[in-house]
């Protein structure tokens, strides 16, 4: 072979090798525009790239024979990785994550190819033509040329690390698609001790409340629970939401419910049952094994249930989406509709228009309406539903005619608009009905509303999310709108709405009462105290450090260790 006079002791074909693996690698910045924050800093992410080319041609140097075979599995892993990344940002607002590993089942995957199928097309398209070429490599040994490698990889290294990349809690870890889908997966398969001691316990017995075997009958009304996706407590405003501010403004608008799980299952079942869920894809037997963990626990449903209420819930997605149908039958609704049964019993509302994440808010809303008529026959009645348009990056239906160039916020604005009418009409038919509004989790870590709505709660997956209660039979004169409350308050302050005695239920205390008495709050992934509220960034926590001493403020290790063994004690997997 002959070799170029520049590079003498070079071997051309290393050279060509080096360049094609930089341009593949970094082939996500040709496809996606900068301002993306996983490829926001050209410093970083070129550093990065080079100092893995070198490493993995490095490696193909060293291995002989099998190192086309090598090139192509690790140049293809890598490369779809980094791809996969910005799929995975773009559909949620944040990249790779530990729930990103608890949400891996087959409707995510559906949703993630039906989502970006050109994208993957032409990622596929472009890997194939990779293989083709890299399967037939020699990587030719140079002494040269390997020191060479050697060199920029040990200073790649020495960059990162001063950098902080290689600190498991940096944020610059967001610049490297491989490290924070290993730190994620590390995360996610941290593993906690189920032994506590005694001061742990005597916490855990504080905040853990049995719920008696016999509850008193409770009050007949009807209940809207609506659930706004991907909702926080700033949307609510004249700016974003005019239609909803001006109904609801006068009402319990409660400025402090923070949500304390997520994604939408977790925070659901944290309400309706007053836990911290944590579902995910289950090794004892996928997710749906996981979800049947919390069968005998004692939820809202079952309690309403026992008092004759008619139980109901629709949502725009398919029932089987991290299923959530399950947990709603387990506990004894009568009726759960998902995308497919809306579209099979209103067929010519749902058909008209659709995404990959289910009917548009505009059709939510418009089903729920009709379904007021049916529900003056099932008094007394709890309706729940929860909409999808305004999940990341946001959804609208092309009836919306409201003006605004940010995909996410004309998503809230039209859900507003739809939302409001919806409201109306449910005080036409039931004037004295309980109307609840809440966000299932916040909207950040997100980009997309970055753009136009600066604030620091766009930077953290547990923050103050949407509450809202309207009862016209409410006495609220001496209730506290700013007192600091959580997802699992939800389920006793709407037993004490309904005059129940039962005010603290396993880790929930309501709202209305005793949550103002409990204002120190511990949860897995934050604490209150003295109604100082730390907003941890993202959606994962430090990596769990042993607790060295005694202190007030709860390290993170200690307060999942509690959580873990409440877990696995309480609600135990069969």
């Known amino acids: 072979m002959r070799k170029i006079t520049f590079f003498k002791n070079i071997h051309i074909f290393n050279l060509i090798i080096l360049v094609l693996t930089y341009l593949v690698i970094t082939s996500p910045k040709l496809f996606y525009e900068s301002s993306i924050k996983l490829i926001d800093s050209d410093t970083y992410y070129n550093e990065i790239s080079l100092t893995i080319t070198c490493l993995l041609i490095l490696f193909c140097q060293f291995i002989g024979n099998l190192s086309g075979l090598f090139y192509f599995i690790l140049l293809l892993t890598i490369t779809f990785a980094r791809h996969a990344e910005i799929f995975h940002y773009k559909l949620f607002g944040f990249g790779y994550e530990p729930i990103t590993f608890s949400q891996i089942n087959l409707d995510n995957f559906y949703i993630f190819f039906e ?3 050109l994208e993957l097309s032409l990622t596929i398209i472009s890997l194939i033509i990779i293989s083709v070429f890299s399967l037939k ?10 020191l060479i490698l050697f060199i920029l990889s040990i200073r790649g290294i020495y960059l990162m690390n001063s950098w902080g990349g290689l600190d498991i809690n940096s944020k610059n870890k967001d610049y490297s698609s491989e490290i924070s889908l290993i730190l994620a997966f590390y995360q996610y398969n941290e593993k906690f001790s189920y032994v506590l001691n005694q001061r742990e316990l005597d916490i855990l017995d504080r905040e853990f409340i049995h719920l008696p075997d016999k509850i008193e009958k409770l009050a007949e009304r009807e209940i809207f629970l609506i659930y706004l996706e991907s909702f926080s407590h700033k949307f609510f405003s004249k700016e974003l939401t005019p239609f909803l501010f001006n109904i609801l403004n006068h009402k319990l608008v409660f400025n402090n419910f923070i949500n304390s799980s997520t994604p939408t299952i977790n925070a659901i079942i944290s309400g309706q049952c007053s836990i911290f869920p944590q579902t995910g894809f289950s090794k004892e037997g996928g997710f749906r094994a996981n979800i049947n963990r919390y069968n005998q626990t004692v939820c809202l449903g079952d309690i309403l249930k026992r008092n004759d209420y008619y139980l109901s819930y629709i949502q725009a997605a398919d029932s089987n989406f991290s299923s959530k149908g399950d947990f709603f039958k387990n506990h004894q609704f009568d009726e759960f509709l998902g995308r497919d049964e809306i579209q ?6 749902s058909n008209e228009e659709s995404n990959f994440w289910g009917i548009t808010d505009r059709q939510l809303f418009e089903i729920a309406t009709h379904k007021l008529l049916e529900l003056k026959e099932k008094k007394p009645f709890l309706f729940s539903l929860i909409n999808i348009n305004s999940h990341s990056p946001g959804f609208f239906s092309k009836k919306c005619m409201i003006k605004e160039d940010i995909q996410s916020l004309k998503a809230i604005k039209c859900m507003d608009f739809y939302l409001s009418k919806y409201l109306l009409e449910i005080r036409k038919f039931f004037p004295e009905a309980i109307i609840i509004l809440t966000g299932d989790h916040v909207a950040g870590p997100n980009n997309f509303l970055r753009k136009k709505v600066k604030d620091e709660f766009l930077e953290s997956s547990y923050d103050r999310t949407l509450l809202i209660i309207d ?16 997802t699992p308050d939800l389920f006793p302050t709407i037993i004490e709405l309904l005059n129940g005695k039962e005010k603290k239920i396993h880790f929930g205390k309501s709202i209305l009462s005793e949550r103002r008495k409990n204002q120190e709050i511990i949860s897995p992934e934050f604490q209150i105290k003295e109604r100082i509220y730390n907003i941890p960034a993202g959606l994962s926590h430090k990596i769990c450090v042993e607790e060295k001493e005694i202190s007030e403020i709860l390290h993170n290790c200690t307060r999942k260790r509690i959580f873990n063994y409440a877990e696995n004690n309480f609600f135990p997997l069969n």
């Open 344 to 349: 099979n019993i209103y067929p010519k509302i």
């Open 471 to 486: 009862d016209p039979l409410l006495n609220a004169s001496n209730i506290d709108t700013n007192v600091f409350s959580i």
């Open 137 to 146: 490599l020699r990587f030719y040994k140079n002494y040269l040329f390997t």
């Open 115 to 117: 989502s970006f199928f």
